[in-house]
Structure formats: structure tokens, C-alpha cells
């Protein structure tokens, strides 16, 4: 069977463990979004903050130029939106702007490719213009493949019993299920 992994976040996320959730004085689970963006809004000088939140917008290219200080770098400008050359969202460098990519494991190196971010070679089969070759994007990724299913255990004296989820892995459990 598996070996329980008591932090699937460490060093191998490999193996048998308990979720692990952030969960807040009410109960619920803490999202990424509840967590830092929404406590942006509780207080009434949300607009001191000069945020915009589009929803339902997909950012599909960052657009850069050539750094004027650096001739040999390119910053980025701003981001287009579903696609449309109409819709763009400019950076002012007056305020020190910034572009944030939370996309993920997936989608972070999917939006810089198709900026033209990422490996030279690979941006050419495709015809995707080329931003800055950094051969690093979009390899040596890792599905996070997990199988949670949820077990309740009526009798009290099984819920935390030693070797439930410690010793014999998934395969364990069914069989304690089943007699």
C-alpha cells in the first residue's frame, strides 16, 4: 500500500494523508479570493487600493516592448483580454503598475507561450512571435493526480484506531469498509 504522508505539501506529495484545508472562524473554507482580495473591500477606502477585477474576463497575451533603459530586455505593458485586440488593459508606469499571473501550473505557462514567452524553438511550430526565448516555460510539469474519496467511521473507536490510515493504504480502508 501507500505510506501516510503527513504533509503532501513537502517534500513528496506522494502517499496517504488527511486534506488539509485553511478554515475560517465560520466554518468555511478559506479561498485564495476571501483570503486576499475580498479584505481589500471590508473597509470603506477600498478605492485608495486602484485594483480592477473583471470577471468572467480571460487574459489570453501579456504585451510587451523593449525597455528603454535596456535594450536587451522587454517589459510588459499591460494584457489582452478574450482574445481582442480591442480589449487591452494598459499598465501605467507612472503609478509603478504591475501584472500579476495566477493561472496555475497549467495556465501560468499556457498565457506566457502564448505571449511568445518560452522556448524559441517550440514558438516557431506554432507560429507564436517571439517575446523572449526562456526554454524553461512550459516543461518538467507535474499533474498533481490525486483520488479523495470520503470515509465515515460510525463506531468511535475505529475514527482514529493506529493503522486505519497509517498502514495498508486505500486498499486498507476498503477492506475495513467492507467487513
Same mark, same amino acid.
Given at each position: 500500500?501507500?505510506?501516510?504522508?503527513? /504533509?503532501? +505539501?513537502?517534500?513528496?506529495?506522494?502517499?496517504?494523508?488527511?486534506?488539509?484545508?485553511?478554515?475560517?472562524? *465560520?466554518?468555511?473554507?478559506?479561498?485564495?479570493? #476571501?483570503?486576499?482580495?475580498?479584505?481589500?473591500?471590508?473597509?470603506?477606502?477600498?478605492?485608495?487600493? *486602484?485594483?480592477?477585477?473583471?470577471?468572467?474576463?480571460?487574459?489570453?497575451?501579456?504585451?510587451?516592448?523593449?525597455?528603454?533603459?535596456?535594450? +536587451?530586455?522587454?517589459?510588459?505593458?499591460?494584457? @489582452?483580454?478574450? *482574445?481582442?485586440?480591442?480589449? #487591452?488593459?494598459?499598465?501605467?508606469?507612472?503609478?509603478?503598475? @504591475?501584472?500579476?499571473?495566477?493561472?496555475?501550473?497549467?495556465?501560468?505557462?499556457?498565457?506566457?507561450?502564448?505571449?511568445?514567452?518560452? /522556448?524559441?524553438? @517550440?514558438?516557431?511550430?506554432?507560429?507564436?512571435?517571439?517575446?523572449?526565448?526562456?526554454?524553461?516555460?512550459?516543461?518538467?510539469?507535474?499533474?498533481?493526480?490525486?483520488?479523495?474519496? #470520503?470515509?465515515?467511521?460510525?463506531?468511535?473507536?475505529? #475514527?482514529?484506531?493506529?493503522?486505519?490510515?497509517?498502514?495498508?493504504?486505500?486498499?486498507?480502508?476498503? +477492506?475495513?469498509?467492507? *467487513?
Amino acid at each position: 500500500g501507500y505510506k501516510y504522508n503527513d /504533509d503532501y +505539501n513537502g517534500v513528496s506529495p506522494d502517499g496517504v494523508s488527511y486534506t488539509q484545508y485553511n478554515i475560517d472562524e *465560520n466554518g468555511r473554507r478559506s479561498t485564495s479570493f #476571501r483570503s486576499f482580495v475580498a479584505t481589500l473591500f471590508e473597509n470603506k477606502k477600498a478605492n485608495n487600493y *486602484n485594483i480592477d477585477i473583471l470577471p468572467n474576463a480571460q487574459v489570453t497575451k501579456i504585451l510587451c516592448k523593449d525597455d528603454s533603459m535596456n535594450e +536587451n530586455k522587454q517589459i510588459a505593458y499591460g494584457v @489582452e483580454i478574450n *482574445n481582442d485586440s480591442s480589449q #487591452r488593459i494598459y499598465i501605467s508606469e507612472g503609478n509603478q503598475g @504591475e501584472i500579476i499571473i495566477s493561472g496555475g501550473a497549467i495556465g501560468t505557462p499556457h498565457l506566457l507561450l502564448l505571449s511568445g514567452i518560452g /522556448d524559441a524553438d @517550440e514558438l516557431q511550430k506554432h507560429n507564436i512571435p517571439i517575446t523572449v526565448n526562456v526554454p524553461g516555460v512550459g516543461q518538467n510539469l507535474r499533474d498533481h493526480v490525486m483520488q479523495a474519496f #470520503r470515509v465515515v467511521f460510525r463506531n468511535p473507536q475505529l #475514527r482514529n484506531a493506529p493503522g486505519i490510515i497509517h498502514e495498508g493504504g486505500p486498499i486498507h480502508i476498503l +477492506n475495513i469498509l467492507k *467487513n
